[in-house]
């Protein structure tokens, strides 16, 4: 019997492309580099499956040219680059890589925060400058994180996580928003409080966001909520970019309206508003928060036993819209 075809849009292990070739005809891009629109359209052509890398766009548009599509797994968690609706319209089947990320990225959330409390890069940049001339009584002094309150905006399972980390390891205050509430017993192991958005935003000491990308959560963070914030507070995003305003960020931190940000995506990444460069009160990394070898390697998998799981057996382990394929 004929292997079906899969397309595997960006580089990724090499043993999990061996995997893949046992069960499938693979076409790969063996680049770093995304594939363009047009490219990722033409390599499409034919291809029964597409292993996705959270960066390529999966619409109606792109649906209706390249019919024999069945499934798009992406290799992360957020799947915002996924028309789910105009998928599931399509019959196409698309999933994620929960579960695997989780405590990988809460641990990073958590180092984010604080590499921002405590100045490091700040400082260390400093350091490396050779401006470290003298010691004196409030050399990089930042915020405490040990028993302070932390805010955590989204608390699904990396939101938990981080909380947790605050909770028990750092003896923090935890207060959390979301669209739902946690169940008791979740709060109680977590040891957090529901609050409303506008407390959360007044009282935190870190707020963290941990929030899926929609329309609806685009710029949850802006001019008006960076205002309501303490001048003391930091704010740390691993969510997605344009959650967070960055301009209005910027501008806030360059007039200490809050203390400090860490930010691990940004609003058209790649890209980094120049803004953002050039304030110094802000540590900046390149969308590395589930980026351990162990971690990339267990969603690079997950997402190959997506592909294998429906296109060979009929089952997919993490399907987003099961509904669209009766799977
Ligand atoms: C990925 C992420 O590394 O899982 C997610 O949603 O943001 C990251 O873990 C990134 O999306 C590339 O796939």
């Known amino acids: 019997m004929n292997k079906p075809s899969i397309l595997i849009a960006r580089a990724v292990f090499p043993e999990v492309i061996a995997r893949l070739?046992?069960?499938?005809?693979?076409?790969?891009?063996?680049?770093?580099?995304?594939?363009?629109?047009?490219?990722?359209?033409?390599r499409l052509q034919g291809k029964a499956g597409v292993f996705t890398t959270g960066g390529e766009r999966i619409d109606a548009a792109l649906l209706a040219a390249c019919p024999q599509l069945r499934i798009c797994a992406n290799m992360a968690v957020g799947y915002n680059n996924f028309d789910l609706p105009a998928m599931t319209a399509a019959?196409?089947?698309?999933?994620?890589t929960p579960d695997v990320l989780t405590e990988t990225t809460a641990d990073f959330g958590f180092a984010l925060l604080m590499a921002t409390a405590r100045r490091l890069t700040e400082s260390e940049h400093f350091l490396r400058a050779g401006q470290w001339t003298k010691w004196s009584y409030d050399l990089f002094a930042g915020a405490e994180v040990h028993g302070?309150?932390?805010g955590i905006l989204g608390m699904g399972r990396i939101g938990q996580g981080i909380a947790r980390r605050g909770a028990?390891?750092?003896?923090?205050?935890?207060?959390?928003?979301?669209?739902?509430?946690?169940?008791?017993?979740?709060?109680?192991?977590?040891?957090a409080r529901y609050v409303g958005k506008e407390e959360l935003l007044r009282e935190a000491?870190?707020?963290?966001?941990?929030?899926?990308?929609?329309?609806?959560?685009?710029?949850?963070?802006?001019?008006?909520e960076l205002a309501q914030m303490k001048p003391t507070a930091t704010l740390v995003n691993v969510a997605?970019?344009?959650?967070?305003?960055?301009?209005?960020?910027?501008?806030?931190?360059?007039?200490?309206?809050?203390?400090?940000?860490?930010?691990?995506?940004?609003e058209g990444e790649p890209k980094v508003h120049p803004d953002l460069l050039t304030v110094p009160n802000?540590?900046?990394?390149?969308?590395?928060?589930?980026?351990?070898?162990?971690?990339?390697l267990a969603m690079a998998n997950l997402a190959a036993d997506n592909l294998i799981g429906y296109l060979v057996h009929g089952k997919p382990v993490t399907p987003l819209n099961p509904e669209a394929v009766g799977s």
């Open 21 to 42: 070739q046992q069960h499938f005809e693979v076409e790969q891009n063996d680049s770093d580099e995304p594939l363009s629109r047009d490219q990722l359209l033409a």
């Open 91 to 96: 019959k196409v089947l698309g999933t994620n």
């Open 148 to 150: 302070s309150t932390l």
């Open 168 to 191: 028990h390891g750092f003896g923090m205050n935890v207060i959390y928003h979301n669209r739902s509430r946690l169940t008791p017993e979740l709060e109680q192991e977590c040891k």
């Open 205 to 224: 000491d870190h707020l963290v966001l941990v929030l899926p990308y929609s329309p609806e959560s685009h710029h949850a963070i802006g001019a008006a």
């Open 240 to 266: 997605r970019g344009g959650i967070v305003d960055d301009v209005a960020l910027a501008k806030a931190l360059r007039e200490r309206r809050i203390a400090a940000a860490g930010l691990d995506v940004f």
């Open 282 to 296: 802000v540590v900046l990394t390149p969308h590395i928060a589930s980026g351990t070898v162990k971690t990339r």
